[in-house]
């Protein structure tokens, strides 16, 4: 079969696993993971090369959708919240896995905490539903920041083992990323308050959608080569670009053109291949172990996030915690590289992997009870 065939098969399994969870109550990202867990075992001899280019294309969309739901303002309001929010997260996750690696630090403690901390950006938004609209800039702010936090650590980590990079050089690495991102969103910064006009004006006199998607993939692509080359995944990049193309800069016509074109992509084409892939390339072990470590895990985790984030409503709580504690499918995707490239042990990416999926599944079921009885009440 060729690749278009392979690509008919999961786009359309994938939407209709879609609807049949969104039937249910829950988001239709599960149904598409789900189709990638079923096809996994059912469809023999993939184009593994290619179906991986369209779900790199994937996350590459489902960042620059996600960047175009907050603006610089938000995460900077967010952030006071959520970066001792994830700071407090991580070192917790870091002790918890102690035990799976004999009570010693390693490149698997570091890299797989960094998975159990992270919240994906896509997922987060499809679990607004859950927690409400006034709490996403705090739940965006935290998803971005452990996005970041978890690659800049695997891709540290990578080049420190296979390049043997000094500790020295590992913090010129480190400052080169803070640089890149400051430099990105002080760019911003100045350009929407010198230029604010003049880009409005440029984009309103463009007259067909194709041209305006065709400038926004030169600055995605740019930024995320650029992203690639200081050693940095290339998704960050396509996320700055939507967090820069924010209405306040654009103007709230040119924004609304540019989400419509993208969420039209994303989740019409890009999304379902890239989260059914996931489910397509998800390894574990089952055993008494790995259950154990995400029930404590999970359990640790959404108490420590329900209690910092309390809001003197337990249901509210539980709803916000839950959905910040909901892994994603980014942590796979992190543990994945960091198997490939031999600093994560098959062990741990088992462990990592099932948290991963499982978490999402689990914070789904909590919000979708949560929300069953909100509404009972009203």
């Known amino acids: 079969m060729d690749v278009i065939g392979y690509v008919f098969i999961i786009i359309a399994v994938a939407r209709i696993l879609a609807e049949i969870f969104e039937r249910l109550g829950y988001p239709g990202f599960l149904g598409e993971i789900s189709a990638g867990l079923l096809l996994g075992v059912l469809l023999k001899n993939l184009p593994r090369e290619e179906m991986a280019l369209l779900a790199e294309l994937g996350i590459f969309f489902l960042m620059i959708y996600a960047g175009l739901e907050l603006t610089p303002e938000e995460i900077h309001l967010g952030g006071r919240k959520s970066l001792p929010m994830y700071v407090a997260t991580y070192v917790v996750m870091l002790f918890l896995t102690l035990p799976f690696t004999n009570y010693r630090f390693s490149t698997d403690n570091l890299i797989v905490a960094s998975i159990l901390a992270v919240a994906s950006a896509p997922i987060v938004i499809r679990f607004t539903r859950f927690f409400g609209h006034d709490f996403l800039h705090v739940a965006l702010s935290y998803a971005v920041i452990s996005e970041v936090g978890s690659l800049v650590i695997l891709y540290l980590l990578i080049n420190f083992e296979l390049h043997h990079l000094s500790y020295m050089e590992l913090f010129f690495e480190f400052v ?61 990049g396509a996320f700055l670009v939507g967090l820069i193309l ?36 998800f390894e574990t072990e089952f055993s008494l172990e790995v259950v154990y470590f995400f029930v404590v895990i999970y359990l640790v985790r959404v108490l ?75």
Request: proline residues 1%; hydrophobic residues 50%.
């Open 176 to 236: 080169k990323d803070i640089v890149f991102l400051g430099t990105v969103l002080g760019l911003n910064y100045f350009i929407g308050i010198q230029h604010k006009v003049w880009i409005i004006r440029a984009l309103r006199r463009l007259k067909s959608d194709e041209a305006v998607f065709g400038i926004v993939m030169i600055l995605a692509t740019s930024l995320a080569l650029i992203s690639e080359q200081i050693g940095l995944h290339f998704s960050i």
């Open 304 to 378: 420590l996030t329900t209690v910092l984030v309390w809001e003197h409503d337990l249901k509210t709580s539980l709803a916000r915690g839950a959905g910040i504690a909901s892994f994603g499918v980014l942590g796979l995707l992190v543990g994945e590289i960091g198997y490939t490239y031999g600093v994560l042990s098959q062990h741990m990416y088992a462990l990592a992997s099932l948290a991963s999926i499982m978490g999402i599944f689990v914070s789904a079921t909590i919000g979708r009870i949560i929300s069953h009885i909100n509404n009972k009440e009203m």
């Open 246 to 281: 924010h209405s306040d800069l654009v103007g709230t016509k040119q924004y609304e053109r540019l989400y419509t074109i993208i969420s039209g992509v994303t989740y019409g084409i890009f999304a379902p291949i890239f989260f059914a892939w996931r489910g397509i390339n």
